[in-house]
T-cell receptor
Framework: DTGVSQNPRHKITKRGQNVTFRCDPISEHNRLYWYRQTLGQGPEFLTYFQNEAQLEKSRLLSDRFSAERPKGSFSTLEIQRTEQGDSAMYLC????????????FGSGTQLSVL | QKEVEQNSGPLSVPEGAIASLNCTYSDRGSQSFFWYRQYSGKSPELIMSIYSNGDKEDGRFTAQLNKASQYVSLLIRDSQPSDSATYLCAVSGGGFKTIFGAGTRLFVKA
């Protein structure tokens, strides 16, 4: 097991296009999180899954954002009709339910919206 | 008021000195407290966790928690240039959402 894997590492898109990111968590981790980070800021919580159930979604998250975790394994984050303000690093993290919320992060997907 | 507050720095210390990083949080129901290290261009990496009042030591790192004052700190002894990074304080309220501060940039001068 090589840790949390995210694809792609970089994504450049034009405003108005849809983009989708993938996250493969550590295999035995049943909790999966999406965060967004911009320069000079800490990671901002977007959404959380326990197994396949999406249990919490940030109130700040636009309806353009949607996440899924079919079968409780990998997860996808889709952004529809991208805007320049969506440009950020999108981080995925996973944790084990019994491990007191210790998060293990992937390398992230850097999104640039032109 | 931000939920987790940190001084953005940069904090500059000479090699071999003690670096002291501080964090305050607003939710009195918070139960789990973490320090993550983030090198430039990399993702955050967990270095310390603390759950009860007092000190917790791990190698050159000591985390300190004071729930009454809603204060968390991280001490790095014998600081090395390789410790130069952004240190993120993170707090979890016993639910499933971990809130991060904006981070403190640490620079250790050789």
């Amino acid at each position: 097991d090589t840790g949390v894997s995210q694809n792609p590492r970089h994504k450049i898109t034009k405003r108005g296009q849809n983009v989708t990111f993938r996250c493969d968590p550590i295999s035995e981790h049943n909790r999966l999180y999406w965060y967004r980070q911009t320069l000079g800021q800490g990671p901002e919580f977007l959404t959380y899954f326990q197994n396949e159930a999406q249990l919490e979604k940030s109130r700040l998250l636009s309806d353009r954002f949607s996440a899924e975790r079919p079968k409780g394994s990998f997860s996808t984050l889709e952004i529809q009709r991208t805007e320049q303000g969506d440009s950020a690093m999108y981080l995925c993290a996973s944790s084990l339910e019994s491990n007191n919320e210790k998060l293990f992060f992937g390398s992230g997907t850097q999104l640039s919206v032109l | 008021q931000k939920e987790v507050e940190q001084n953005s720095g940069p904090l500059s210390v000479p090699e071999g000195a003690i670096a002291s990083l501080n964090c305050t949080y607003s939710d009195r129901g918070s139960q789990s407290f973490f320090w993550y290290r983030q090198y430039s261009g990399k993702s955050p990496e967990l270095i310390m966790s603390i759950y009860s009042n007092g000190d917790k030591e791990d190698g050159r790192f000591t985390a300190q928690l004071n729930k009454a004052s809603q204060y968390v700190s991280l001490l790095i002894r014998d600081s090395q240039p390789s410790d130069s990074a952004t240190y993120l304080c993170a707090v979890s309220g016993g639910g499933f959402k971990t809130i991060f501060g904006a981070g403190t940039r640490l620079f250790v001068k050789a």
